[in-house]
Nanobody, 123 residues
């Protein structure tokens, strides 16, 4: 499966953005999808994940309650709605897919990656 992330941009603190992850391949619904982010000079970190059915989700503590992940398999899309953005959310955001479990939070468990999209939150 091939993935392409989009939707990043510059936003003021407190604002919102919606990231999109477009997938190719008819078996997209067979994959759990995660979002990761990488800030300058830092390691890539887990942000959120969603199960194949879309009914199970998980978030890192720093975004829980502010970010919402969802998927639309009819469109081969996964979204990350980001509200109440903070300067510390500034990073390049990546979507990734795995055929194992939505509980995977380690980047090593994800086989397929899209290119990143830059989110910049100004204070």
């Amino acid at each position: 499966v091939q993935l392409q992330a989009s939707g990043g941009g510059l936003v003021q603190a407190g604002g919102s953005l919606r990231l999109s992850c477009a997938a190719s391949g008819r078996t997209f619904s067979s994959y759990c999808v995660g979002w990761f982010r990488q800030a300058p000079g830092k390691e890539r970190e887990f942000v959120s994940t969603i199960s194949r059915s879309g009914t199970l989700t998980d978030y890192t503590d720093s975004v829980r309650g502010r970010f919402t992940i969802s998927r639309d398999d009819a469109k081969n899309m996964v979204y990350l709605q980001m509200n109440s953005l903070k300067p510390e959310d500034t990073a390049v955001y990546f979507c990734a897919a795995n055929s194992g479990s939505y509980r995977y939070t380690l980047k090593s468990n994800y086989y397929y990656w899209g290119q990143g999209t830059l989110v910049t939150v100004s204070s």
